[in-house]
C-alpha cells in the first residue's frame, strides 16, 4: 500500500500554468506506471497523462503538447506541469500509482481555470 499526496492545485486564467506535484510515501520506482487522472463534475474520470517505471509516457489527446508528466525517483514524486490551460482543464487531478494492474489513489486537487 502507498499514500499518495497531490499539491499545486489552484485558481489560473486562461493561458496560465501551473504545476502539480504527487508525494508517495514509498520508492515509486517499485510501480510498474504511475498516472495523473482528471474528474469534472457530471464526468468519468479519464486519464490525463501516464509515465512507466521505464519512462515512458503517454497523454490524452486533449493535453498533448500543452502537459508533461515527469518523475523524480529519488524524492517518490511525479510531477505534470501543466501549461496552456483552458477552462476545460477544470477538474479534481488525481495521482495514481499502478502496481500490477492495482491502483492507488491520492485524495486530489482542485485545478480551476477561468476564461
Known amino acids: 500500500q502507498v499514500q499518495l499526496v497531490e499539491s499545486g492545485g489552484g485558481l489560473v486564467q486562461a493561458g496560465g500554468s501551473l504545476r502539480l506535484s504527487c508525494a508517495a510515501s514509498r520508492s515509486i520506482f517499485l510501480f510498474n506506471a504511475m498516472g495523473w487522472y482528471r474528474q469534472a463534475p457530471g464526468n468519468q474520470r479519464e486519464l490525463v497523462a501516464r509515465?512507466?517505471?521505464?519512462?515512458?509516457?503517454n497523454y490524452a489527446d486533449s493535453v498533448k503538447d500543452r502537459f508533461t508528466i515527469s518523475r523524480d525517483n529519488a524524492k517518490n514524486t511525479v510531477y505534470l506541469q501543466m501549461n496552456s490551460l483552458k477552462a476545460e482543464d477544470t477538474a479534481v487531478y488525481y495521482c495514481?500509482?499502478?502496481?500490477?494492474?492495482?491502483?492507488?489513489w491520492g485524495q486530489g486537487t482542485q485545478v480551476t481555470v477561468s476564461s
Open positions: 495514481n500509482a499502478d502496481l500490477r494492474g492495482v491502483g492507488s
Open positions: 509515465i512507466t517505471s521505464g519512462g515512458s509516457t
